[in-house]
């Protein structure tokens, strides 16, 4: 049997007393706390131990699927800062695009002739 309480709720012609279901809160079972807690989709892996014996909050696929994804973080950075671009600037430019050495220059087209002309002649 549910235990049942009652809320008043407010109408336009005063307060009505409605039954509510009072439902204690689940208290989570110890297998629950040995499971995975990865917050994409629901694991149900076992966490993996700490070298002390504690609980690690991830079971040991998404551990090294972290761990990978963290390294290739690292190396991004570590790359970045060699250049000596901080992240903002890093994010702004885009990626060079290759081109060969020894690649003629395209061809103007007639208006780009023209524009390159007037510019020279003005200045």
């Not at 040995?34 to 629901?42: F, H, N, P, V, W």
């Not at 131990?49 to 690690?56: F, P, Q």
């Not at 885009?94 to 208006?111: F, M």
Request: aromatic share 4%.
């Amino acid at each position: 049997m549910v235990d049942t309480d009652s809320c008043c709720i407010r109408r336009v012609d005063g307060y009505v007393s409605v039954p509510v279901d009072v439902v204690p809160t689940p208290v989570s079972s110890p297998q629950n706390e040995r499971l995975c807690k990865y917050s994409g989709t629901r694991c149900a892996n076992v966490r993996s131990l700490k070298r002390n014996g504690e609980l690690h909050n991830l079971c040991e696929f998404h551990r090294e699927r972290a761990n990978a994804n963290q390294s290739r973080f690292d190396a991004r950075q570590r790359q970045q800062r060699q250049l000596g671009l901080s992240s903002s600037e890093a994010a702004d430019l885009p990626e060079p695009i290759p081109v060969s050495v020894n690649s003629p220059d395209p061809p103007l087209d007639e208006w780009e002739a023209d524009l390159l002309l007037e510019t020279m002649q003005d200045s």
